[in-house]
């Protein structure tokens, strides 16, 4: 492995891909698939998709990159765009932008916090994002499904209604986060219909080669490469991808930034997509999850990654 390895456009990915998906199999076994989603808890966990696309055009893969998974936590990066989108710099008054420092699904800071919770990538500040879509569009559901679709160029990316279905049975925590903001007066719009835009975007079923895609605008300054489409300013792109990297991965934000050095999201369904400003989007899909709800094996592939590349913000 050389580690002062200098970032070129000639870089082997295919060689780089087939190394890490060797060093990181090991740890298919060591993480625990997501239970408390039940529509999630038989996702095998050996399955592992990792895809690369750059700026330039290409795009380089290894495994299961052609199988759909849950992308979870992931959309929140989708729902936060469109609503930046909307309301500009008013979001920061409902929303903060903070790392957590706690899981996830955390109630405990909100109380003490009054109801604004630290960052739009954590639970319940996904649920303010959701409320704030509900205020400005008839139908959120619609347009968030409608800009993954735009951004990953597949249009036949979908909700997946059981894994919507078991949420909404068994998401009590979201449902206590959204009722603890609607005390605190920082939801506006029924319960329900909040809990519903977010059980649907957190169900989006979609492979790695599309997440990567559909992260593509981030990784170019707020204009999806394939068509030139713009999204959102240079300086709100900037904006997300330093959330992304403070905050992207809960309670391990830190540690993901120490040891992987990009931008990134994951979500309980073993997905992590992370973008190099400038340069390349890369997602990784292994379901078993370490500690703090993130995949083991993703983290290590992007560790691997960035180590062997060259390549990172730093
Ligand atoms: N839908 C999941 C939840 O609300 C998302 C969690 C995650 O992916 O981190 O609990």
Redesign the pocket.
């Given at each position: 492995m050389n580690e002062n390895k200098i970032a070129t456009d000639d870089m082997n990915y295919d060689k780089i891909l087939r190394e890490i998906y060797k060093e990181v199999s090991p740890l298919f076994n060591q993480g625990k698939v997501?239970q408390?989603?039940p529509a999630l808890s038989a996702v095998p966990a050996s399955k592992f998709g990792m895809a690369v696309c750059t700026l330039d055009g290409d795009v380089y893969t290894i495994g299961d990159t052609d199988e759909r998974f849950s992308?979870?936590?992931?959309s929140?990066v989708y729902a936060l765009t469109l609503a930046f989108k909307m309301v500009g710099e008013d979001m920061w008054k409902r929303v903060g932008k903070e790392p957590s420092g706690n899981p996830?699904?955390s109630l405990v800071q909100l109380e003490y916090e009054r109801g604004i919770p630290r960052n739009p990538l954590i639970?319940a500040g996904?649920l303010v994002i959701a409320d704030i879509l509900l205020s400005q569009i008839p139908d959120p559901k619609h347009e968030i499904l409608k800009f993954v679709r735009k951004t990953s160029g597949n249009s036949d990316i979908q909700y997946d209604n059981a894994v919507i279905a078991s949420?909404k049975i068994t998401?009590h925590?979201?449902m206590a986060l959204a009722h603890m903001m609607c005390s605190f007066r920082n939801i506006y719009n029924p319960v329900d219909d909040v809990l519903d835009v977010?059980?649907h975007h957190?169900?989006i079923s979609m492979n790695s080669i599309d997440l990567a895609r559909s992260f593509m605008y981030l990784a170019n300054h707020g204009v999806i490469p394939q068509s030139n489409e713009y999204i959102i300013s240079n300086s709100r792109a900037k904006r997300i991808n330093a959330l992304l990297l403070t905050c992207g991965l809960?309670d391990e934000s830190g540690d993901f930034a120490f040891r992987v050095g990009l931008p990134g999201k994951?979500?309980?369904?073993g997905g992590i997509v992370a973008v190099l400003p400038g340069k390349l989007s890369v997602a990784v899909w292994s379901p078993a999850l370490g500690p703090s709800?993130?995949s083991l094996a993703g983290i290590q592939a992007l560790e691997l990654f960035t180590t062997k590349t060259g390549m990172s913000v730093f």
């Open positions: 997501v408390y989603i992308i979870q936590s992931i929140k996830f699904n639970n996904s949420e998401g925590r979201n977010y059980f957190c169900g809960y994951s979500g309980v369904g709800g993130n």
